[in-house]
């Protein structure tokens, strides 16, 4: 069975959401401190005072976010290599007999996960002092423009304390960058570092239990929605490991001892995917290539009716809900929490509208902000 990082992509859904839920769990903590008491003449000194309260509090949310998210990533990245195992054993099964195939089921896999899964672990690890010092800083930040509003005559306490909370429930936990230089917030980091990880398992785990078979070449699908890094490897043959760059081989065919066939290969699996192929959210899949047997693939697969940009749309729409659930959560009045929701609901409308027209899934965990209230 074919392999791709679509095949554990639902596995980090389950990571991201417990950071979705302590984001949230963190906007509700700050936004109920500062909004008690908000009309007493001395709410700036109460609020100062009760830093340490506030600490405690984050710390807390943190301790639960580690401990549950070591061990979730741990899972996802176990699940992945178990799915891409059985992808490549499923795939043997058709074409592998004898010793090739007791090979590929025997190969040992408890060090690869605990090394997938640790350097995860290792990568989200700064999250944790982002949490507390974004937290502390939007606090004593709130504080401040509230408490200089009534002097500069522009706002009431109230209104700046509502506006700068909105800002935070805006943007969320940043300070985020990654390897390309671009900027996340804190459950978006997660998860596309989650997500990476475990189409990153999937594969390994795939081409992993090809080589103990022997199998030396793999063939990409035809796939829609391509993105352009993705789209000049369509269709094409590659080495399973080995070097970089297009030529022709001379290959044993994968039944008839003694002949031997020609194969255009493209360059490596990891030329490739160094190049942007099998990158989170891409819909190729690889598979074996047997010489002299498999045929170029069909025609793509009729998932929906959709382009790349509309796919890409989707996960704007998806966004702003998650984006507008943060506003909510972060309201000190009732008629703007109101005002959020009914931005949430506008935006889910426009996401069910776009899957009619195009046959996209909805994807509702990826709107999910999480209850998270309960930390």
């Given amino acids: 069975m074919p392999v791709s990082p679509e095949t554990a992509e639902d596995l980090a859904a389950a990571v991201s959401s417990l950071y979705e839920q302590a984001e949230l769990a963190l906007i509700e903590r700050i936004t109920r401190a500062l909004a008690s008491d908000l009309d007493s003449p001395l709410w700036a000194e109460l609020k100062l005072a009760a830093l340490g309260n506030l600490r405690t509090a984050i710390d807390e949310i943190i301790a639960v976010l580690e401990a549950d998210a070591t061990g979730a990533m741990h899972q996802a990245v176990a699940d992945a ?34 090394r997938l899964a640790s350097a995860l672990v290792g990568e989200t690890a700064p999250v944790y002092a982002r ?44 300070g985020f960058v990654d390897s390309r230089g671009r900027a996340w917030n804190l459950t978006s980091y997660v998860e596309m570092a989650t997500r990476s990880a475990v ?22 699908s ?93 996960r704007y ?16 009045e009732e008629k703007d929490r109101r005002a959020a929701s009914a931005r949430v609901r506008a935006y889910q409308s426009r996401i069910r509208e776009l899957v009619s027209e195009t046959g996209l899934p909805r994807k509702s965990h990826r709107e999910q902000v999480g209850a998270g209230a309960g930390r």
Wanted: aromatic share 4%; hydrophobic share 40%; with cysteine.
């Fill in 222 to 314: 035809d796939a829609p929605e391509e993105c352009p890094r993705c789209k000049p490897w369509e269709g094409k043959v590659l080495r399973r490991e080995g070097p970089s760059g297009a030529g022709v081989v001379e290959m044993e065919h994968a039944t008839e001892d003694g002949r031997t066939v020609r194969v255009r290969v493209a360059g490596s699996l990891q030329e490739a995917r160094s190049k942007g192929l099998m990158h989170p959210n891409c819909r190729h899949t690889v598979s074996i290539y047997l010489p002299g047997l498999t045929r170029p693939s069909g025609p793509k697969r009729d998932r929906s009716r959709a382009t790349y940009e509309q796919s890409q749309q989707q």
């Fill in 317 to 332: 729409l998806e966004r702003q809900v998650r984006a507008w659930k943060r506003r909510a959560a972060g309201a000190v």
């Fill in 199 to 220: 189409g990153r398992a999937a594969v390994q785990a795939h081409t992993d239990r090809l080589a103990a078979a022997g199998v030396e070449l793999v063939v990409v």
């Fill in 131 to 174: 949490i507390l010092r974004t937290g502390m800083d939007v606090y004593r930040q709130v504080i401040a423009e509230a408490s200089a509003a009534p002097v500069l005559g522009a706002q009431t306490r109230r209104q700046a304390a509502s506006r700068a909370l909105a800002k935070f429930a805006d943007r969320g936990v940043t």
């Fill in 81 to 114: 290599y178990e799915r891409g195992q059985q992808a490549a054993i499923a795939e043997l099964g058709a074409v592998a007999t004898g010793q090739a195939l007791a090979a590929a089921e025997a190969l040992p896999t408890a060090a690869v996960v605990d």
